[in-house]
């Protein structure tokens, strides 16, 4: 058996020689022309829409590929568990640095991709899925700090200045919180490293108030637990609503009428939970005009040239009064005694009698304001001026002036004591954030007139 002879591969054209003897060839072989720049721009544009490609098989890879990173492992509860112990001790010692570390030992917010993903693109199941994900890890973390508020009991009281400030809505925070989102959505979606840092900043804005306020629920702080819950769930909302807007952007949404129903059903959602939580809807109306803010006529601010206080009731004249001398009375008796002469009765003398007389003492009339601070929902009450933090007051709260007042660096500071479950609270807060509820000028305490009784010697006749 033989094999079949191979094809001989046709050799290469010798280069035609002219007749003079020359070497060289007779026609120079054409290139291709080069690439233009804005050929390759265009290329580039065309990769960068191919993130969701329009054809249902490219669209399917890609979106099994996104769902199977997005789906959390168990990893994603241990971490979530460890973040909510750190956390819960960074409360405990007021420590912003625990905090911060708390936050970096934060499992990657895989869930919330997930969630955010099923939500753009209309997956009822997945947004599920991941969301009940995403819940386990908040409640361990949600457990831990309140294991951790029951266990500061033992030392209390204790300076929670931390514990105040993650448990209120700060827009500075809803700032960083957009940017972690928009960061998170674009990492994940078009590198396949994990995106650590955006991840952080996230956990940093979910985790630490949902921490507090299981603290506050835990140490018995009523003023902190529902905060801390309600910032946690509006931080929720505003995160996703951005996740969402930014994967809209790079073309995911929803081919199916099912899912444009329930991922607009979501953005409904979350935007009246967003315009409800952060008073957004009030302030239109006011500004609207449609409803008028509750009138409030204890808290009236104290203007600048303050009518003159009024002047104290007239104090009634009190006159010493004496008592009347008695006439001395004879008393039946069996033996004779002699009565008195009339000499006798004349230079008679009675004891001097106390006779009770009313005088007025001045005491201060105490002075009470309200905290109106104009930006975080609340004022900080330090316990000298520019002192350490001793707690933080709520907008509403009412404290009363004590008489003692100082200026440092241009800022009026007042000496106030606050109540808080059933404990006087006592330090030092800034003037421009009270609003005072005694219309009393220049915060000064006036008189009003006690009446004690001190007694006086009697004149004799």
Same mark, same amino acid.
């Given at each position: ?10 050799? /290469? ?179 396949? =490293? ?191 001026? =520019? ?16 008489? =003692? ?33 005694? /219309? ?14 001190? /007694? ?6």
């Amino acid at each position: 058996m033989t094999l079949p002879e191979e094809p001989s591969s046709p050799e /290469p054209p010798s280069p035609e020689v002219p007749e003079n003897g020359s070497t060289s060839p007779a026609v120079a072989p054409e290139m291709p022309p080069p690439t233009s720049r804005r050929a390759t721009r265009a290329r580039r544009r065309r990769a960068r829409r191919l993130l969701a490609p329009p054809d249902a098989q490219g669209r399917a890879a890609v979106l099994a590929r996104l769902s199977h990173r997005a789906y959390p492992s168990y990893e994603f509860f241990v971490f979530a568990f460890l973040c909510g112990g750190i956390l819960g001790a960074g409360y405990i010692l007021d420590s912003q640095a625990l905090l911060i570390f708390g936050a970096l030992t934060a499992p990657l917010m895989t869930p919330w991709m997930g969630m955010t993903l099923a939500t753009s693109i209309g997956a009822a199941r997945f947004f599920f899925q991941t969301l009940a994900a995403l819940l386990i890890g908040g409640a361990l973390v949600f457990i831990t700090g309140l294991l951790a508020g029951m266990a500061a009991r033992i030392w209390m009281p204790l300076t929670l200045n931390q514990t105040y400030v993650h448990s209120r809505l700060w827009w500075p925070d809803l700032f960083v919180l957009a940017l972690g989102a928009i960061l998170l959505v674009v990492s994940f979606v078009r590198s396949e =490293e994990k995106p650590y840092l955006p991840s952080v900043m996230l956990a940093y804005e979910l985790f630490l108030p949902l921490s507090a306020g299981g603290f506050g629920l835990g140490g018995g702080l009523g003023e902190v637990w529902p905060h801390g819950l309600w910032v946690f769930v509006t931080h929720l909302a505003w995160a996703t609503f951005f996740g969402t807007l930014t994967l809209f952007a790079l073309r995911f949404y929803p081919r199916s009428w099912d899912g444009m129903f329930f991922g607009g059903l979501v953005l409904l959602i979350l935007l009246f939970t967003l315009v409800e939580l952060t008073g957004l809807r009030t302030a239109a109306m006011v500004r609207l005009g449609w409803i008028t803010p509750a009138p409030t006529p204890e808290a009236a601010q104290v203007p600048a040239a303050s009518p003159p206080a009024p002047s104290p009731p007239p104090i009634p004249s009190l006159t010493p009064t004496t008592l009347p001398i008695p006439t001395p009375t004879a008393t039946a008796s069996k033996t004779a005694t002699p009565s008195p002469s009339p000499a006798a009765l004349t230079n008679l003398t009675l004891p001097p009698t106390a006779t009770a007389t009313e005088t007025i003492t001045p005491h201060p009339t105490p002075v009470y304001a309200r905290i109106k601070a104009a930006y975080g929902g609340g004022a900080t009450l330090r316990k000298e001026p =520019e002192g350490i933090a001793v707690a933080v007051l709520d907008n509403g709260e009412l404290v009363e002036i004590l008489p =003692e007042r100082e200026e440092i660096n241009g800022q009026v500071w007042i000496h106030v004591v606050a109540l808080r479950d059933d404990q006087e609270i006592e330090g030092w807060i800034i003037q421009d954030v009270l609003v005072t509820a005694t /219309p009393v000028p220049n915060w000064r305490p006036s008189a009003t007139p006690s009446v004690t009784s001190s /007694p006086l010697p009697s004149s004799t006749p």
